[in-house]
């Protein structure tokens, strides 16, 4: 295998990625100021509207806000960048990134008010109240505003890093095929080197470009910016070693794929030993503080958007015996957590014989082979399309899940038919609470083959977190206002 490395020096990151950092920096920089100084002028409005009882005069009151506000701004924008909030391993994709704004923020914010505590200086609740949580608001929608544009561009094969596959041909397959489901991520998959480069292309629009010999010529041929590897049998430890220490001269990035996959966040830790770094995989945590902090969201959730739409619950049942005779609402048995069975109710937008008419109509599905669905089904009545549509026929659910049958955020629920035809790895979906939307509803919905909707509820199940599940539920209200992938 030839190692000569390139004598053309490059930049280790591409020219796109340096000002998507920069951009990032900036926003986050604006952000704070705009933060602390609204916590600031917030803070001097409560103490002019009412200074008795305080020990301070007002020009000492204001003096200590301006510098409090200037050190909380410079220690809160220094924190995003301890935490590695601008990472490029983080930014893009995931709820990573959101994960590090928030940890830098509320560290930044114990800090402080420790410091206040400790120091004697006027009181400063209104000013860490309105700049903290201010602050934090902000900057998620700025990091969500500059991801937005980000995968626009990503869309246009733009801003994306050029990538080259090394290892044995079938895993590098299955490693191409998980990164072309996921192009939001940026690795445009320009080749794969493999044992044998006169074999076809690995997959449609991946060619296989070269053996291991000569790689590195190779690497610079096709401008590449990152390098994963898929496979080491034929690369030594030794010699995939020496491998990271030529491509860190020539500016490009190395990446190792395990075997594993649909497993990542805060299950994966590398635990080095003797030099070799393990990789740890934890188990997925279903009880303790998670579930408590997880069952106190569904539950504030549920009450908050049975209130929000309690217009349309009162309403939607009107319109329902207006548009056609029979029962407001449609229960269901389905199975929950553990396999437990309940009742999941739905407004009726079928007609009240649509299951016996069901059988009649199997032969004719556009579902993804197990789930019965039409993309126009005639027992649909002409009300209950629009509110299929937006997924307004589900706002009973909510009562489900502030009973505890179900979570705002999960797989989806099966029915007991289709629980009887599961493999026995299948079963593991049902190891949390079932959701009104999950990874299911924002990625598709009916439009997803059975294996993918399986594939997305798994992954939910080994990876969910509180920050996920926010990022899930604001997804949903935007693919429940398009109206895609619901019939």
Same mark, same amino acid.
């Given at each position: 295998?030839?190692?000569?490395?390139?004598?053309?020096?490059?930049?280790?990151?591409?020219?796109?990625?340096?000002?998507?950092?920069?951009?990032?920096?900036?926003?986050?920089?604006?952000?704070?100021?705009?933060?602390?100084?609204?916590?600031?002028?917030?803070?001097?409005?409560?103490?002019?509207?009412?200074?008795?009882?305080?020990?301070?005069?007002?020009?000492?009151?204001? =003096?200590?806000?301006?510098?409090?506000?200037?050190?909380?701004?410079?220690?809160?924008?220094?924190?995003?960048?301890?935490? !590695?909030?601008?990472? /490029?391993?983080?930014?893009?994709?995931?709820?990573?990134?959101?994960?590090?704004?928030?940890?830098?923020? &509320?560290?930044?914010?114990?800090?402080?008010?420790?410091?206040?505590?400790?120091?004697?200086?006027?009181?400063?609740?209104?000013?860490?109240?309105? =700049?903290?949580?201010?602050?934090?608001?902000?900057?998620?929608?700025?990091?969500?505003?500059?991801? %937005?544009? @980000?995968?626009?561009?990503?869309?246009?094969?733009?801003?994306?890093?050029?990538?080259?596959?090394?290892?044995?041909?079938?895993?590098?397959?299955?490693?191409?095929?998980?990164?072309?489901?996921?192009?939001?991520?940026?690795?445009?998959?320009?080749?794969?080197?493999? #044992? !044998?480069?006169?074999?076809?292309?690995?997959?449609?629009?991946?060619?296989?470009?070269?053996?291991?010999?000569?790689?590195?010529?190779?690497?610079?041929?096709?401008?590449?910016? #990152?390098?994963?590897?898929?496979? *080491?049998?034929?690369?030594?430890?030794?010699?995939?070693?020496?491998?990271?220490?030529?491509?860190?001269?020539?500016?490009?990035?190395?990446?190792? *794929?395990?075997?594993?996959?649909?497993? +990542?966040?805060?299950?994966?830790?590398?635990?080095?030993?003797?030099?070799?770094?393990?990789?740890?995989?934890?188990?997925?945590?279903?009880?303790?503080?998670?579930?408590? *902090?997880?069952?106190?969201?569904?539950?504030?959730?549920?009450?908050?958007?049975?209130?929000?739409?309690? /217009?349309?619950?009162?309403?939607?049942?009107?319109?329902?015996?207006?548009?056609?005779?029979?029962?407001?609402?449609?229960?269901?048995?389905?199975?929950?957590?553990?396999?437990?069975?309940?009742?999941?109710? %739905?407004?009726?937008?079928?007609?009240?014989? +649509?299951?016996?008419?069901?059988?009649? @109509?199997? !032969?004719?599905? !556009?579902?993804?082979?197990?789930?019965?669905? $039409?993309?126009?089904?005639?027992?649909?009545?002409?009300?209950?399309?629009?509110?299929?549509?937006?997924?307004?026929?589900?706002? /009973?659910?909510?009562?489900?899940?502030?009973?505890?049958? $179900?979570?705002?955020?999960?797989?989806?629920?099966? @029915?007991?038919?289709?629980?009887?035809?599961?493999?026995?790895?299948?079963?593991?979906? $049902?190891?949390?609470?079932?959701?009104?939307?999950?990874?299911?509803?924002?990625?598709?919905?009916?439009?997803?083959?059975?294996?993918?909707?399986?594939?997305?509820?798994?992954?939910?199940?080994?990876?969910?977190?509180?920050?996920?599940? &926010?990022?899930?539920?604001?997804?949903?209200?935007?693919?429940?206002? %398009?109206?895609?992938? +619901?019939?």
């Amino acid at each position: 295998m030839s190692t000569t490395a390139s004598s053309r020096p490059r930049a280790f990151a591409p020219s796109w990625e340096l000002r998507y950092s920069r951009k990032l920096i900036w926003t986050d920089a604006a952000v704070v100021t705009v933060a602390v100084t609204a916590g600031a002028f917030a803070a001097s409005s409560v103490f002019w509207r009412d200074p008795v009882g305080t020990p301070f005069t007002t020009e000492s009151y204001a =003096a200590g806000t301006a510098a409090i506000a200037l050190a909380y701004g410079l220690i809160w924008t220094i924190a995003l960048g301890v935490h !590695d909030s601008r990472r /490029p391993a983080v930014f893009g994709t995931g709820a990573e990134e959101y994960n590090r704004v928030l940890a830098a923020s &509320l560290s930044t914010l114990g800090l402080l008010t420790l410091f206040l505590y400790l120091v004697d200086v006027p009181p400063q609740r209104t000013f860490l109240l309105v =700049a903290g949580s201010l602050g934090v608001v902000l900057l998620l929608l700025g990091r969500w505003a500059w991801r %937005k544009r @980000l995968h626009q561009q990503r869309r246009r094969q733009r801003n994306s890093y050029r990538t080259l596959l090394i290892g044995e041909r079938r895993k590098s397959a299955d490693v191409a095929r998980l990164l072309r489901s996921n192009t939001l991520a940026g690795f445009n998959i320009v080749g794969v080197v493999t #044992t !044998d480069p006169e074999e076809p292309d690995l997959l449609p629009g991946v060619p296989v470009v070269a053996s291991y010999d000569g790689l590195l010529q190779t690497v610079e041929r096709f401008e590449t910016d #990152t390098l994963i590897v898929t496979s *080491a049998d034929a690369l030594t430890p030794r010699r995939l070693r020496r491998l990271g220490w030529e491509l860190e001269q020539m500016g490009v990035r190395l990446i190792v *794929a395990t075997a594993l996959t649909d497993v +990542a966040g805060p299950r994966i830790h590398t635990r080095p030993v003797a030099g070799l770094p393990l990789i740890h995989v934890e188990s997925p945590q279903f009880q303790g503080w998670r579930y408590l *902090a997880k069952r106190t969201l569904d539950i504030f959730g549920s009450v908050v958007g049975i209130v929000l739409t309690s /217009p349309l619950l009162i309403l939607i049942p009107i319109l329902i015996r207006v548009d056609s005779a029979g029962p407001v609402f449609f229960p269901q048995q389905r199975l929950g957590l553990r396999g437990r069975a309940f009742t999941m109710y %739905k407004f009726r937008s079928m007609h009240v014989d +649509a299951e016996q008419e069901r059988f009649g @109509l199997l !032969d004719r599905s !556009d579902g993804n082979g197990v789930l019965f669905k $039409m993309h126009d089904d005639p027992r649909v009545t002409k009300f209950g399309k629009f509110i299929r549509r937006h997924s307004l026929d589900e706002l /009973p659910q909510l009562f489900n899940v502030l009973k505890g049958d $179900m979570s705002l955020v999960g797989p989806r629920p099966p @029915l007991p038919q289709e629980a009887d035809g599961y493999e026995e790895w299948m079963h593991r979906r $049902m190891f949390v609470r079932p959701g009104i939307s999950g990874l299911w509803q924002v990625s598709g919905r009916s439009n997803l083959s059975w294996e993918e909707s399986v594939r997305l509820d798994l992954y939910y199940v080994e990876n969910w977190s509180m920050m996920g599940d &926010l990022l899930i539920l604001w997804r949903t209200i935007r693919a429940v206002a %398009k109206g895609d992938g +619901a019939y």
